[in-house]
């Protein structure tokens, strides 16, 4: 989990994936120390303190390259969801999958949580806010893109892909959409469309 301690949401599911027994560890990538909340309590978490922020991509990178569990999660700061069940049903999927996010609908407040799973990506309408992916199938995101495309890069490298259907709240986009990132948000664009799309 990359935060800049921006979410009123943070804690609260920290502490909920601390608690969960789907749960071995919680790498935390703090990329703004001068922020941070008391999380001393929680036993499962790993705090790794940025000098200064490195931004999402490359934090996901440090998270997986120092994970050691087989499936891996990657999640935003910013979300609530049943973690438990969200995680069960990823782990039973991740065999059929390479990687699973979620669907469109888990951010509609009518949506009724059917677990179910279909092929593909809904990138754009919130697939990356918890990306499963098998550690064995990761491929670095390139060092050049910051913030965008991160999860598009993983699409690409991890297919087949999947999109969970789990209820979820969030405030979509609490850091990224901050007025600072909008110049490199415009690299990360740049970078893609020239070497990679």
Known sequence: MPTMWRSSETVDLLSELDSSHMVEKIIVIDNDSSRSKDISHLEKIKVLIQEENIFVNPAWNLGVSIAESELICLINDDISLDVNHTFSLAKNHLGKYNC????KKC????????????????IGSGWGCCIFIKKNKWVDIPEEMKIYRGD??????????????????????TTSNLPEMNAI?????????KNIR
Not at 100 to 103: T, V
Not at 108 to 122: A, E, I, P, T, W
Not at 185 to 193: A, G, S, V
């Open 100 to 103: 699973l996010g979620l669907d």
């Open 107 to 122: 951010f509609d407040r009518k949506f009724k949580n059917d677990g179910s799973v279909r092929l593909g990506h809904h």
């Open 152 to 173: 598009m890069w993983i699409c690409k490298k991890c297919e087949p892909v999947g999109s969970l259907n789990v209820k979820v709240r969030t405030k979509m986009s």
């Open 185 to 193: 948000k415009r690299n990360d664009l740049n970078y893609w469309n």
